[in-house]
């Protein structure tokens, strides 16, 4: 069964380091999304993409977030400055086309922020 | 603007017994509605969804759950309780632009032996 896989499984770094979180969302989906979990909160919207441009993006995903598909595979997600608030669970998710299609969510990648 | 509110940040039932988490949701449109579940350090899981068409939307795992316009509920229910359904439960909603999913705080589901 197809699934979303991310990478790293957890990264460690140092306050006001970049890091890019890594995902391949299912072959034949169309919208891509990344989520975070603050530790013991809810999960939150950060950013949706479709057709190589961002479509929706929460109030979260400032100036110090990007997101990127290079290589028609990958869609990554980077953070150019990191703070210690940055520290979550970041989860990647796709969905296929149609209305009714669910979105499939990686297994997460958490990031730790020294 | 759509939001959902789960009723009970921590829900604590005896092994056999009837699995009850609650939800409630704001949407101006017919809601797209979720049960995820997320096992300690690992990634959220669908259980069961409600589009559109019959009410009560059977999942994996046993779990179902009943959409209920006249009470804005979508609330999970299971008939008899695992020790592996512990876990941590999040209804959600889609948003009406069809983009990203709202989820809820969250229930904490414990089984007591």
């Known amino acids: 069964e197809p699934e979303v896989t991310q990478t790293p499984s957890h990264q460690v770094t140092q306050m006001g380091q970049e890091v890019i979180l890594r995902c391949v969302p299912i072959?034949?989906?169309?919208?891509f999304y990344w989520y975070r979990q603050i530790l013991g909160q809810k999960v939150e919207f950060l950013v949706s993409?479709?057709?190589?441009?961002?479509?929706?993006k929460s109030e979260i995903f400032d100036d110090q977030f990007s997101v990127e598909r290079p290589d028609g595979s990958n869609f990554t997600l980077k953070i150019r400055s990191t703070k210690l608030e940055d520290s979550a669970m970041y989860f990647c998710?796709?969905?296929?086309?149609?209305?009714?299609?669910?979105?499939?969510f990686g297994p997460g990648t958490r990031l730790t922020v020294l | 603007a759509q939001s959902v509110t789960q009723l009970g940040s921590h829900v604590s039932v005896s092994e056999g017994a009837l699995v009850l988490l609650r939800c409630n949701y704001s949407?101006?449109?017919?809601?797209?509605l979720f049960w995820y579940v997320q096992y300690p350090n690992q990634g959220l899981q669908l259980l069961l969804k409600?589009?559109?068409?019959?009410?009560l939307v059977k999942g994996i795992n046993g779990f179902e759950a009943e959409f209920k316009k006249s009470e804005t509920s979508f609330h999970l229910t299971k008939p008899s309780a695992h020790m592996s359904d512990a876990a941590e439960y999040f209804c959600?909603?889609?948003?009406?632009?069809?983009?990203?999913?709202?989820f809820g705080s969250g229930t904490r589901l414990s089984i007591r032996p």
């Open positions: 998710a796709s969905r296929g086309g149609g209305n009714y299609n669910e979105q499939f």
């Open positions: 072959s034949n989906h169309l919208y």
């Open positions: 993409f479709y057709n190589n441009e961002i479509s929706e």
């Open positions: 949407s101006s449109v017919p809601p797209y």
């Open positions: 409600y589009t559109t068409g019959a009410t």
């Open positions: 959600a909603v889609r948003d009406s632009s069809a983009s990203k999913i709202i």
